[in-house]
């Protein structure tokens, strides 16, 4: 058995895919899926603020590709939104404010059902969760796991339309003690306009999530949700497996 450690990466089938927006763009992404078995359930990750070095290899995200498949069954999908560049490449258009990104969340959500990925919730980071309260109300996404969720272009209307969604869809945020810019007790009051919404206030934690404990404890809280057989995870890997 090893430790499972912050550059840890376990097996899992990964390829290189291409998203295709409504207003004619081509999005570099990645879709890691378990090795020997069909995914249980699926994370469609929108990434920090691309102006502030956010992408789909910020860490959170890219730990969740590297280990949630063989941990938990999952399938993860991870791409750059318009303009934003990582080590896959660069995705065609500029960024848009969150306004034009709406077609890139769609076209992530739209590959997650042609490519009949079970179960698709919405993992965003910062940036990505403006994202997904503002344009992922698709019938399609079961959820939303929200982390450090600012608060800044997700409006009151936002936060007021998925509180009368009518299927109650889970809507789950890990508020970090320290965040920059939304701290727990805040979160709660601003939540409260979705009543299904959890806060899940995380101590000595900051916005960026930086420190392996604390990758740890989104992970497992991610994992509790979506694929709750597979709570807690394991922090250590048979490495006879791979």
Same mark, same amino acid.
């Not at 709406?102 to 969340?105: C, E, H, I, Q, S």
């Not at 000595?204 to 916005?207: D, I, M, N, V, W």
């Not at 709570?231 to 394991?234: F, I, T």
């Given at each position: 058995m090893g430790e499972i450690r912050a550059g840890t990466v376990l097996p899992a089938r990964r390829e290189d895919i291409t998203l295709h927006t409504a207003d004619g763009l081509e999005l570099v992404g990645e879709l %890691?899926? $378990?090795e020997d078995r069909p995914p249980v359930a699926t994370l469609v990750c929108l990434h920090p603020l691309p102006t502030a070095e956010g992408m789909m290899d910020s860490h959170v995200q890219r730990k969740a590709s590297y280990r949630?498949? %063989?941990l938990a069954g999952l399938a993860v999908l991870r791409f750059n939104t318009r303009g934003t560049t990582s080590a896959r490449g660069t995705s065609q258009g500029e960024f848009g404010e969150g306004e034009t990104e !709406? *077609?890139?969340?769609a076209a992530a959500i739209e590959y997650a059902e042609y490519h009949d990925l079970p179960h698709p919730w919405l993992l965003g980071w910062s940036f990505g969760t403006e994202l997904a309260l503002t344009w992922g109300r698709d019938p399609g996404v079961e959820g939303l796991l929200l982390l450090s969720p600012p608060l800044h272009r997700a409006s009151d209307a936002d936060l007021d339309a998925w509180g009368a969604d009518p299927d109650g869809r889970p809507v789950v945020a890990l508020v970090p003690e320290f965040d920059d810019y939304l701290r727990p007790a805040e979160a709660r009051? !601003?939540?409260k306009r979705i009543p299904q919404a959890e806060v899940v206030a995380v101590d000595? %934690?900051?916005?960026l999530w930086v420190g392996e404990p604390y990758v740890r404890i989104v992970l497992n809280e991610i994992v509790k949700r979506v694929a709750p057989d597979a *709570? $807690?995870? $394991?922090t250590e890997w048979d490495i006879s497996d791979g």
């Open positions: %890691a899926l $378990p949630l498949p %063989a !709406r *077609y890139d969340v009051e !601003r939540f000595g %934690a900051k916005h *709570y $807690p995870l $394991p």
